[in-house]
């Protein structure tokens, strides 16, 4: 699979920029009310504060800025959200409901750990 190989800067590239814009996506749907979610009355709570995290951190980690710090945010922010809201409901993910969070928590960690790569403003 060598073909695949070679395409590991791009394949990670694709990544970030993904992972970044989705999470983005997550955060300003809570802080403004956008795509199809209700919006977050803005205020120091646990909700509001976890809109702004996704915001800022997405996009941080979409434009390749800070990428280690808002990675290791955003997956602690995701962490956090699931043993506070998901665990609760049950043992595993696929029954309480937690997958994305999970997902979102891993993912962010793999990112922490390997820094923007390409294209990124941090260039680690």
């Known amino acids: 699979m060598k073909f695949l190989a070679r395409h ?12 970044g814009f989705l999470f983005a996506c997550h955060g300003a749907s809570k802080m403004f009310g956008v795509l199809g979610a209700h ?19 997405g996009v941080l980690i979409f434009v390749g800025l800070f990428t ?11 962490a956090f959200a699931y043993f506070k809201v998901h665990a609760p409901l049950g043992f595993f993910p696929i029954q309480n409901h937690g997958e994305l969070a999970v997902i979102y928590c891993f993912v962010a960690l793999f990112i922490a750990t390997r820094g923007a790569g390409r294209l990124g403003i ?3």
């Open 8 to 19: 590991e800067a791009n394949a990670y590239l694709l990544l970030r920029l993904v992972f």
């Open 39 to 57: 919006r977050i009355p803005p205020g120091f709570n646990l909700d509001y504060l976890s809109g702004v995290i996704e915001l800022v951190a």
């Open 68 to 78: 280690r710090v808002a990675a290791v945010l955003a997956s602690g922010e995701m």
């Open 122 to 124: 941090d260039r680690s």
